[in-house]
Structure formats: structure tokens, C-alpha cells
């Protein structure tokens, strides 16, 4: 984990031996079950080490901070509320960006939502072969999670890694923000004219458009992005619509 190690550093990170020896322990399972399911396409130890482990990593700049919005940093501000963070990761797939996240935040709360029962599976065996406290799995899809009493605008800090266009992410995301809150998405490098796009799904769900963060490391390809949303009002009941039609017919 030489290169996740040298890395982290340009986001501001010092990894403990714990921390690296987590991360090797994380690659090799996922090495092991994508030989069985289709985790993921990306396999080759550096390659897993930047555009997974580090790329989750970046999220970090993005953090909720104390005493409201500001512009986004260039190195993690990890000076925190005494409270816990709740978090939720949108679409985890093989756990990115929650996993990585929860092993720099240890004492976060993070739930990691997943459709696919097979990668949800996966995800249950990492929490258990990593000791992760305070993680939950759902195998469920975004929409219905929305609307659960127990999930719905409840977490501090909601996260997607480019599984939709922003303004479908939106409608998975910002329900489940508390007010006050901040939905994260990990975007590539055409994401100014998707972010204009998405901003009457952000005005209807209660977002506020905060920064388009340049992710500028070497070790990541160019024009990676977070798009940062705080979550001002409430969002209507109506939303996130059923399973299926924000994707279909997006806000």
C-alpha cells in the first residue's frame, strides 16, 4: 500500500500501519470475491490503491464542518463536531467511498445502501473481516430507504460515487439529509453543465448548490470532481418518487 500511503498525504492524511494493513486486507478480499461475482472492473493492486481506495478517500475535503459552509479545502479538515458523524453511502457497490471512509472515521455511523444482494453480500463480509463498528448494509434501493421513517433526513453526510447523473443522485441523496446536512458526489470532468442541469431537482428537494470541488491529485485521473450540496430545507414528502422513475424522468 506504498501508493495509498504517499498519496493520502496530498489529501492532507497520514495512514497508520493499521490503517495500511486494513486496506491490503480489503484488496485481497476483493481480489478474492470478484473472481465469483462482478464486484468491480478495476483489479490490479495500484490501480484498486488510486481509483478506489484513494479516490474514496478524497470525499474527506468535503467534510461537514463546524460553524456552517465555507469553501471547500485542499487538504482533509478533520476537526469535527463532538458528535458522531451519521453517514450514508448511495450505491455502494464494493464499498466506495463508505468503506474507505469509516476506516479513517472510526467512529462515524455509516450505513451502506446497495440494490444488488450479491454485492450487498460482500459488503456484510468486509464489515465482519475488517471489525467495523457502527455500519449497517441495507439491500435495498435508495428510493424506498428514503422513505423510512429511521433513515429518512436523518444523516449528516450523504455520499454518491458517479452512479447517476446528478440529477437523479439528488433525488436518492437529499431525502436522506438531515437540514443542515451536506450530500457529496464524486464526479468526473464534465460536471459544470450536469451540476446547472440538476439545479431545479436541488431548489425541489431542499439543496443548496455549495462548490464544484477540483479533486487535483497525481496519482487520480484529471477532472475529478465533488459536488457539494448542503441540504437547506426539507424535502416534500412526495420525494424520492418510487423505485425506478427518478432515473426514468429525471427532476
Request: charged letters at 25%.
Amino acid at each position: 500500500m506504498d501508493l495509498l500511503r504517499e498519496a493520502a498525504k496530498g489529501l492532507g492524511l497520514t495512514l497508520s500501519a493499521r490503517h495500511l494493513a486494513a486496506f491490503e486486507l480489503y484488496y485481497h478480499e476483493l481480489e478474492t470475491w470478484n473472481q465469483r461475482f462482478n464486484l468491480t472492473a478495476i483489479t490490479g493492486y495500484e490501480e484498486v490503491q488510486r481509483k478506489h481506495f484513494l479516490d474514496s478517500l478524497s470525499c474527506i475535503l468535503a467534510l461537514p464542518q463546524r460553524g456552517g459552509a465555507g469553501p471547500i479545502p485542499d487538504t482533509a479538515p478533520l476537526q469535527l463536531d463532538a458528535r458522531p458523524l451519521w453517514c450514508l453511502d448511495v450505491g455502494s457497490g464494493a464499498g466506495f467511498p463508505g468503506i474507505p471512509l469509516k476506516l479513517l472515521l472510526p467512529d462515524a455511523k455509516m450505513t451502506l445502501v446497495e440494490a444488488t444482494g450479491k454485492k450487498a453480500g460482500f459488503l456484510r463480509h468486509m464489515v465482519e473481516a475488517l471489525n467495523l463498528e457502527n455500519v449497517e448494509v441495507l439491500n435495498a434501493r435508495a428510493e424506498d430507504v428514503g422513505h423510512l421513517p429511521e433513515h429518512r433526513e436523518q444523516y449528516d453526510w450523504v455520499l454518491a460515487r458517479a452512479v447517476s447523473n446528478l440529477s437523479v443522485l439528488a433525488e436518492y441523496c437529499l431525502p436522506l439529509c438531515r437540514v443542515g446536512g451536506r450530500m457529496v458526489a464524486e464526479k468526473g470532468s464534465d460536471v459544470a453543465e450536469e451540476a446547472a442541469q440538476a439545479q431545479r431537482a436541488f431548489d425541489i428537494l431542499g439543496g443548496a448548490l455549495v462548490e464544484i470541488k477540483p479533486v487535483t491529485l497525481p496519482e487520480l485521473r484529471a477532472g475529478n470532481h465533488l459536488v457539494v450540496v448542503d441540504k437547506v430545507r426539507k424535502t416534500p414528502a412526495d420525494y424520492p418518487r418510487r423505485a425506478g422513475l427518478p432515473a426514468k424522468k429525471p427532476l
